[in-house]
């Protein structure tokens, strides 16, 4: 019934910037909690950061703080991950992520969130 779509992702030198989207059709998208994770090859599912229904609370990983910066435009229900000074170890497969409670007690866990996107591959060279 939810179905999130990202988009944007794609191939960056070290040291640049990149941008996803993440929407979904349903109306109410923007009232969700949304949440961002990446997983690359032979790690686990990390998580990289959570925003409140509507906004207002955001939550990040110890790894991109300082770096990522995730917002939301609820007139164009999409959720956004600004990612900024990209390093090598940033490669991985980005999905978007979401549930219709907010819990930072839980939020970092994968198994807590009821809806997925498909994924989408951001790659920093060099």
């Known amino acids: 019934q939810v179905q999130p779509v990202e988009s944007g992702g794609g191939l960056v030198q070290a040291g640049g910037s990149l941008r996803l989207s993440c929407t979904a059709s349903?109306?109410?998208?923007?009232?969700?909690?949304t949440g961002w994770f990446r997983q690359s090859p032979g790690k686990e599912r990390e998580f990289v950061a959570g925003?409140?229904?509507?906004?207002?609370?955001?939550y990040y990983g110890d790894s991109v703080k300082g770096r990522f910066t995730i917002s939301r435009d609820n007139a164009k229900n999409t959720v956004y991950l600004q990612m900024n000074s990209l390093k090598c170890r940033d490669t991985a497969i980005y999905f978007c992520?979401?549930?219709?409670?907010?819990?930072?007690?839980?939020?970092?866990?994968?198994?807590?969130?009821?809806?997925w996107g498909r994924g989408r591959q951001m790659t920093v060279s060099s």
């Open positions: 992520a979401a549930n219709a409670s907010w819990n930072i007690a839980s939020m970092t866990s994968s198994r807590v969130w009821r809806y």
């Open positions: 925003i409140s229904g509507r906004g207002g609370s955001e």
């Open positions: 349903e109306r109410r998208f923007s009232v969700f909690s």
